[in-house]
């Protein structure tokens, strides 16, 4: 069952008091219309709507709902198109964009790289992505330029795509980041966490 927001966007402190600051998308979701007319509410906090079978083309609503904070696109259909202007929502502060196995990894990285940067964005979830070494490196650096303002975490997931080798240069450059931004444990990777353990 789907909730909608039923709350004055002004009152910061209380927003999520309420569970209604949650619109939830459990029932099948599967075209731009069905979204739409679901979507009824003029303002929302978090949206959840993975495990639906929408694609880029279905999440042009998205892009008017400026107060949106979080949003959980993880196992759709999407291919990555929808990335340069969900980054761009200006309250956005948590995307999940998880085990979408259509994602081009291209798309994703030109979108998390491209300016204006996402300011507001504090949490990413790429896993189960299968991003080769030298594009996870981009989105690692640019999620470091981004901690100085709001970022605090990248989460990877497992890193199965990559072989020891890579995965090795992979830590070694994090280890050199961490040292010349002074931040640390803004990348999450169960995968890296292993090699960590064994070196």
Request: negative net charge.
């Amino acid at each position: 069952m789907m909730q909608r927001i039923s709350v004055d966007p002004s009152a910061e402190a209380s927003k999520y008091m309420n569970i209604n600051t949650v619109c939830k998308l459990s029932k099948k979701c599967a075209s731009k219309e069905t979204l739409e007319s679901l979507l009824t509410q003029s303002v929302y906090y978090r949206i959840d709507i993975r495990n639906n079978p929408l694609t880029d083309n279905d999440l042009d609503c998205l892009q008017s709902l400026s107060h949106l904070e979080m949003l959980n696109l993880s196992n759709t259909n999407i291919v990555g198109s929808c990335l340069p202007i969900i980054l761009q929502i200006p309250s956005l502060q948590q995307l999940n964009i998880a085990n979408n196995v259509a994602l081009a990894p291209n798309l994703v990285v030109s979108a998390f790289l491209a300016d204006p940067a996402p300011s507001q964005l504090e949490i990413l979830n790429i896993s189960g992505i299968s991003f080769d070494l030298m594009q996870l490196i981009g989105m690692i650096d640019r999620a470091f330029k981004l901690a100085k303002d709001r970022f605090k975490k990248l989460i990877l997931g497992e890193l199965a795509q990559l072989d020891m080798r890579e995965l090795k240069m992979l830590q070694t450059t994090i280890q050199k980041l961490e040292a010349e931004y002074q931040i640390v444990d803004i990348i999450e990777s169960s995968t890296l966490k292993q090699v960590a353990l064994y070196r």
